[in-house]
């Protein structure tokens, strides 16, 4: 049996390119400037329709009253409505008039003022979810000041679709020479 390493290799490039396969999510960095203060920026597109970017365990036990928020910060073309931590839970909610259709992308900074919580110490990660609380729509990391950077996240599966195109050409390689 001969092999040609072009059709091993587009074999395996159109295995993994079925749609939904690789996806951008929201990527947030959280600079805390303050127990009180931090400065959010994004990079990423929305995967679902939201009108809620909910921060799982962000802030200290909230007593939902509205903090104040400044920047520039846009999703979809829109600016927050409202920023808050909801009564009795660890959450940040940034609101929106209407809600971001899938593809939305994030621009600019949103610096946000806690009224009475406090924002996770440096280090902390976890869960952005949407309006329900129930999808997952991106992650955030808590940054000290200073050490905010622009993050580079490369489509999922990047990794593994150069991985398969090395091991495509390998075959290739060990089998193109056989009659």
């Known amino acids: 049996m001969r092999f040609n390493g072009v059709s091993v290799v587009s074999g395996l490039f159109l295995g993994l390119s079925v749609p939904g396969a690789a996806h951008a999510a929201l990527m947030f960095q959280i600079e805390r400037i303050s127990d009180t203060v931090a400065s959010i920026t994004a990079i990423g597109a929305l995967e679902v329709e939201t009108s809620r970017i909910l921060f799982e365990d962000l802030t200290s036990i909230g007593d939902e009253g509205v903090d104040m928020y400044a920047g520039s910060f846009l999703l979809g073309g829109q600016a927050p409505s409202s920023v808050f931590t909801p009564a009795q839970t660890t959450d940040y909610a940034v609101n929106l008039v209407d809600a971001a259709p899938v593809g939305s992308t ?74």
């Open 106 to 179: 994030v621009s600019g900074e949103l610096v946000a003022t806690l009224d009475a919580e406090t924002f996770a110490p440096v280090g902390a990660t976890g869960d952005v979810k949407d309006q329900t609380g129930d999808v997952t729509i991106g992650a955030y990391e808590v940054v000290a000041p200073n050490q905010a950077k622009a993050a580079v996240v490369p489509a999922p599966g990047a990794a593994l679709l150069i991985l398969t195109a090395f091991a495509g050409f390998g075959l290739a390689r060990r089998f193109g020479g056989r009659n």
